[in-house]
């Protein structure tokens, strides 16, 4: 019988901390709201965090996991045992997390992924690095070959796979890749957000922004009213007039901008640190990333579980030339404790490099033999008739409130619901090759997502009484890895009824005909 191995002698110290961070909250409740009186007997209520420490300690010394021939055996608990055994053939992934703290001590969190759930099979605190290592070496080794694909595959596609036994660097941005990432994906208000949450629970938000905009926007002579703010001063100038409304608006818009260009900075250093040293690399079936200035990630892709690729493509990224690819596997769907982003298959990449990636992905993929196909020429009316409701209801309250002078805006607003809907409609087209589907959508922020024939579980011919009444009809394409978000799902609308009939059963055909893989 293989040995049985333990964690790093310190993962007690790790769960101490694990269970401590819950009582993070109220030590903080604690320390804010008591008086001068001090603590007192409220202190008294820190004990019981004891019991859950002991727990901790518990846990992790009955912590054993071992190697057998065909499966990852872990096994738990001193007076109630747990034996979890995991088949190395399930094991999508084998993930590693590390903090400062981690790194500091040579070690890290391990993460063992499977497709059953959203939640990891097993997660390890913390194992040594070497230990991490040897884990994904065996549990790569032991796992059995990926089943030959249904589709073919290209020649050139099969040269670039044959050098795969050694780690082959596929993708690594550079610090100016990871600004101009930050810069194109705008995620400063995360950064914001998170500032502006502190301050306000500390009382420092109320008095600098009041007195920002006293100081440069409201007159001198004019007290300050409690909540007075920019926009509402702005309001006010426009609604009920000022001496200076041309010199407020110009202030106001220049104050606008200098938001929006702090907000770029922060997202650019947000990047830069999120995904400091990012590289994708290949190694036999898996596609491995890495990443992480505080925190380092390493995550495992495995090729034979892709059941989907998505490319995002907004304004900034088409000005600069740039694509965003994700990929979607089996049971890929993030769990409460699981990266976000370790599905990224490209934060950011050249639009001219995109082509040879993706084929590392879909072999057979060949971006620009796609024949794309339109919907329904009528689809623009109906997407701009829903937007009108919306806006109408929405105005209605506020013309309730304000008067006539509330229905201002719709001279925008129709204008552009108009333009967006026809924009929306032009941009929503799918395409049908030998082994592939692909749907795209979206004319400002562009999503394209593509599914082989060999990864579809079910496809479904949708109607709605409206979709009936337009002769209208709409088809989905569910994967094993089906994501999330409805935004990059292959759901296409507004299809003429009979189009919408042929594209299900040839879908369904398709799908029939091949043999189904989870991996």
Known sequence: MPSEQRLHPLSFLFGIGAHLRGFALPILVLLVTTGRSGLGWQIWFLWL?????????????????????????????????????????????VDGVQNIVHRLLDVVEVKVQTAGGKEPEAALSVLPLAAFEEMRRLVSARRPAAAPSDAAVPADATEATATTDRARILLALSPRELLLYGFVEGRGMVVIGAMLGVAWEFGFADPPIPWFVDRFVTDEDQPRKPGDGVFRFLARAIFKGGNDLLGN??????????????????????????????????????????????????????????????????????????VSARVDTAGSQPGQNAPPDRLWLAPLVAASELPALSRQVLPTLSLGDFVWQRVHPRAGRRITKALLILIGLAQLPLAVGVGWWG?????????????????????????????????????????????????????????????RRHAMAGVSVDTAGASTDPRERIAIRYLVRSIA???????????????FRWR
């Not at 065909?70 to 053939?89: C, D, K, Q, S």
């Not at 204008?415 to 795209?440: C, E, K, N, Q």
């Not at 009939?501 to 043999?515: F, I, V």
């Open 49 to 93: 965090a004891i019991p859950y420490a002991v727990v901790a300690v518990g846990r992790t010394l009955s912590y054993r996991y071992r190697y057998d021939e065909h499966e990852l055996v872990i096994r738990t608990g001193f007076l109630f045992r747990n034996e979890r055994h995991v088949p190395y053939a399930r094991i999508q992934s």
């Open 249 to 322: 608006v110009v202030i106001g818009l220049a104050t606008l901008f200098v938001f929006l260009i702090v907000v770029r900075l922060l997202s650019m250093a947000w990047a830069a640190v999120r995904l400091y040293g990012f590289t994708l690399t290949r190694e036999g079936d898996d596609l491995r990333t890495a990443y992480g200035l505080l925190t380092r990630v390493e995550a495992t892709i495995p090729l034979r579980r892709i059941q989907s690729l998505s490319l995002h493509e907004g304004p900034l990224h088409r000005l600069v030339g740039r």
């Open 407 to 467: 229905l201002l805006s719709l001279g925008i607003l129709v204008p552009w619901a108009s333009l967006h809907g026809r924009r929306s409609a032009s941009a929503m087209a799918f395409a049908i090759t030998d082994d592939l589907v692909a749907y795209r959508s979206g004319w400002l922020w562009r999503r394209t997502s593509i599914a082989p024939f060999a990864r579809v579980q079910a496809v479904t011919l949708r109607e709605s009484p409206f979709d």
């Open 501 to 515: 009939e042929q594209l299900h059963r040839q879908l369904a055909h398709e799908a029939a005909r091949r043999t």
